[in-house]
Structures are given as structure tokens and as C-alpha cells.
């Protein structure tokens, strides 16, 4: 097994074989807490610290205000289901399988993300934390339901609020068809329910929120606040994440708690879009232009992190279980048969220090599972544009993000080295990826209809020949 995790090695031990029969470490309240929140298909154009004009977010501004904001953070896809695929795995989603679409479009229903994947979620309860989740799941079900990916507790949508709204409860139905325009305050009241319980250990709480994803419905007392329905889900959701943050701060850890806020991909297109309004980026979800996967990141830790921060730099979904792992001092220690990872653990990039790991590259998938670009530094490739149709080569485009991060200029003319270069290394990090996989689960007695792709499957016309 090989592992591709840039680690500080005090904190991270790789490789090593996990056993059932192993006990489990003791509790360390010297650990901090961890929330980590991730809202659905909120754009960067969407919270007012980072620029929007037309939603007011003051809680998350005032949490920018108390940490970090990063403002070149990519989600883990382009759209909902391998993004989430990424953050609990630290892997890219091909990685793992996938090959395109979400679970219910595109990606077979009865598959999901394999019970071989040693989730950041196992990896802190195996470490004695307490580990629950609210939100959305859209990874899988039965055995690849968040009770069996390590979760002690899950309250939880199985998918995406547009295509069912049973709540379940650690696998069980206990509200079917539950109001879409309550689902927010929902979670909110489960996540501040495991706050507030008598605790013998720090905890794990992972937020996906369902909201702002379509179809956008106000909270009864958001209704009528604005035209614009799109508007009071955000700003409800604003109001629900400084309700958590007061929660941490009644019961006196807030200091010892790490919160990140972030999102799972850009934009999706139709209501959500203003036309008076002036995104930073090209694209939006499902795209792998900037639109479709940078997407706002925020993080706080009292203490650690310095406030009132921006940062340029590149970190990625794929990154927060290394990076939390190093930060919670907790050892990294997959199965054999687990997934490969590429995250890098970007506490130095956080902590603003200048010493330790930092990530230089990141590759991009369309939501239609083919791998289009790379970035490496400033420069972005587009290999194969491919944004109309990604199956169709449109040719090398690219980018200098410093200069023009709404990628309007194309300057592969001017510069056909560093085209060269960035597409030797695409070829050398997919050849890896796509021949080192750990493929979809799928239910008992349920044969995939889609394989995992090959390393020469994604050349030819991938690659523009």
C-alpha cells in the first residue's frame, strides 16, 4: 500500500495495520474539538466577506474576522457527491472509484463509497473522540451508511433534499418527508444537542448542511424577508452557524475547538444565479472552471490560528483529513486494502508558518467525471477544455490565475513550456490515480455496472491526442 499524504511525522504514522482487537486510545481532552460545516453549492459570490452585495452573512463574517479566510480553497469536485467523497476520504474522488455524476444521477444508486475507505470519521473515533454528523450524506447506504463509515451518531438526509427529505436516524426512519424549509434549523438543533452533552472526550462534528441546494424554500421566519428565496436560505444559514458558535461559546470550549465553514461546489445554475451580480470566477457547479470547485473557505482556532487573516494559498477538501489529523495530533493509520491518499496536511498553510508542507497543485474533474486541468502555483492547464461537451478535446488553454483568475485570456502561445510541463505532470498524477484505486462499494449481491476506469481509458482524446 502506498500513501501519497505530506505529513509533519510526529503526527501522522502511515501504513500501519489497524486491528479490531486493538483498544482504542484513551480520551485526551487536550485535543481540540473539531466542527467542520459544509454548506451545498454555496458560491463564493454568496457570503458577504467575500465580496457578495446582495446576502448579508454576518456570523461568517465575524468568523473571518476571528480566523482565516482562504480565498483559493477548492471543494473536492464539482458536484455534491464525490466532493463529499473527497473530504472523508482524502483522496480524489476517481481514486475511489467514481467515474461520474451523483448517487441517484449518473452514479449507480445501489453504489456508494466503499466500507474499505478508512474515513477521517473512523480515524477520530479509533482515536477516542466522539464523532457525529447532521446534515447530508449522499455517499452511499446500508454499508455505506455513516453509521458504518465511522459516525457514533448521524442524523442525516441519505441524499440531496430535491430527491427525498426522509430524516433518518443513525440508519433508522424516524420523520418522513420532513419540511425542506425546517431542515436547517434541524440539524442545527442536533449539532448544538451533541455540544451540549455531558463529554468525557473531545469531538468530531461533521455539518453538511442541505441548504442552499434547489429548490431554495425560506424558513417560515426568513419568509418574506427578500424576493429572492435563494437570498433567506443563506442568510438563514448564516444565522444557524452563529447559533453552533454561540452553543461552543456557552459551554466554555470555544477556545478549544476548531470550526471551519466551507462549502461542497460552486454554484448550480438557474435560480440560484442573480444576473446583477458579478462572480469572481468563470463556471459554476459541475464545471471545472474556477466557479465549479474554489469556493470559500473559513477556518478558526482560537489561539492557534491568527485572526483576521487572507490567505492565498492553495489547500483543497482532499486536504482536511491529514491537515486535522496533524492538528489533533492523531495518527493516520489505514488498513491494508484502504484507499491511497493525496491530501497534504496544511497546518503550516493555516498556522501561517513558513516551514512544513504546502500544496502547489491540484488537479480538476468535469462533474462528468472526465479530468480536464491542473494547477500548479498561478498557472492553470486546461488539457482538455472540454466544458460543452467533456467528452470532445477543445484544445490546451491556459491560465495565469494571479492575473486572471476569471480565466479569460488564454496565453498557451506565449507559453508553450510551461503548457508541456503541466501536461507531462497531469499524465504522471492520473497514471498514478487511475492505477491505484479503491473501487465503489456496492450492496450485497449487486455487481457495478460501471468498473473502475484504467489508466488507458483516460488517454486519447483526455489528453488531446
Not at 425560506?218 to 436560505?233: C, I, N, T, Y
Not at 496544511?346 to 474533474?365: D, H
Not at 497531469?426 to 484505486?437: F, H
Amino acid at each position: 500500500m502506498r500513501f501519497h499524504v505530506l505529513v509533519t511525522m510526529t503526527c501522522i504514522a502511515c501504513a500501519a495495520e489497524a486491528s479490531a482487537d486493538e483498544p482504542k486510545a484513551k480520551p485526551d481532552l487536550s485535543q481540540p474539538n473539531v466542527v467542520l460545516m459544509m454548506a451545498d453549492d454555496l458560491a463564493t459570490e454568496d457570503v458577504s466577506c467575500y465580496g457578495s452585495k446582495r446576502i448579508n452573512t454576518p456570523r461568517l463574517d465575524a468568523l473571518a474576522k476571528q480566523g482565516v479566510r482562504l480565498t483559493s480553497y477548492y471543494a473536492g469536485s464539482s458536484v455534491c457527491t464525490p466532493s463529499r467523497m473527497a473530504l472523508l476520504s482524502g483522496s480524489y474522488p476517481a481514486r475511489l472509484g467514481w467515474r461520474w455524476g451523483v448517487l441517484g444521477y449518473g452514479l449507480e444508486p445501489r453504489t456508494g463509497m466503499s466500507p474499505a475507505v478508512y474515513t477521517i470519521a473512523e480515524c477520530f473515533r479509533d482515536a477516542g473522540y466522539r464523532t457525529a454528523l447532521a446534515g447530508k450524506w449522499h455517499v452511499g447506504d446500508r454499508t455505506m451508511s455513516p453509521e458504518h463509515q465511522g459516525f457514533e451518531s448521524a442524523y442525516f438526509l441519505s441524499t440531496s433534499n430535491n430527491l427525498n427529505r426522509d430524516l433518518l436516524r443513525d440508519g433508522r426512519l424516524v420523520r418522513k418527508n420532513w419540511d425542506n424549509r425546517k431542515l436547517t434549523e434541524t440539524f442545527t438543533d442536533e449539532v448544538i444537542r451533541v455540544i451540549r452533552e455531558k463529554r468525557d472526550k473531545p469531538f468530531f462534528l461533521y455539518v453538511p448542511w442541505t441548504a442552499p441546494h434547489f429548490p431554495a424554500e425560506a424558513h417560515p421566519d426568513w419568509l418574506g424577508k427578500h424576493q429572492d428565496e435563494f437570498v433567506s436560505v443563506v442568510e438563514e444559514l448564516d444565522f444557524r452557524v452563529g447559533q453552533i458558535l454561540d452553543s461552543l461559546d456557552a459551554k466554555g470550549i470555544a477556545d478549544d475547538t476548531i470550526v471551519i465553514f466551507t462549502s461542497d461546489n460552486g454554484r448550480q445554475a438557474g435560480s440560484q444565479v442573480d444576473p446583477r451580480s458579478t462572480p469572481p470566477y468563470t463556471g459554476m457547479k459541475w464545471q471545472s472552471w474556477e466557479g465549479g470547485t474554489r469556493v470559500p473557505c473559513i477556518v478558526r482556532w482560537p489561539g492557534k490560528i491568527t485572526a483576521d487573516t487572507v490567505d492565498d494559498a492553495i489547500m483543497a477538501a482532499i486536504d482536511w483529513y491529514p491537515t486535522l489529523a496533524g492538528m489533533c495530533r492523531i495518527p493516520i493509520e489505514i488498513p491494508d486494502g484502504g484507499q491511497t491518499m493525496d491530501g497534504i496536511d496544511c497546518t503550516a498553510t493555516l498556522m501561517g508558518q513558513n516551514a512544513g508542507p504546502k500544496r502547489t497543485e491540484l488537479l480538476y474533474w468535469h462533474g462528468k467525471g472526465q479530468a480536464t486541468a491542473i494547477r500548479s502555483g498561478d498557472w492553470k492547464l486546461f488539457f482538455n477544455a472540454g466544458e460543452k461537451d467533456p467528452n470532445v478535446a477543445d484544445g490546451a488553454l491556459l491560465y495565469d490565475l494571479s492575473r486572471d483568475a476569471k480565466e479569460q485570456t488564454d496565453v498557451a502561445r506565449e507559453n508553450p513550456e510551461k503548457a508541456r510541463e503541466l501536461l507531462a505532470r497531469a499524465r504522471t498524477l492520473l497514471a498514478d490515480i487511475y492505477d491505484d484505486q479503491t473501487p465503489l462499494g456496492t450492496w450485497e449481491g449487486v455487481t457495478p455496472t460501471n468498473p473502475p476506469l484504467r489508466a488507458e481509458d483516460v488517454w486519447g482524446p483526455l489528453l488531446g491526442e
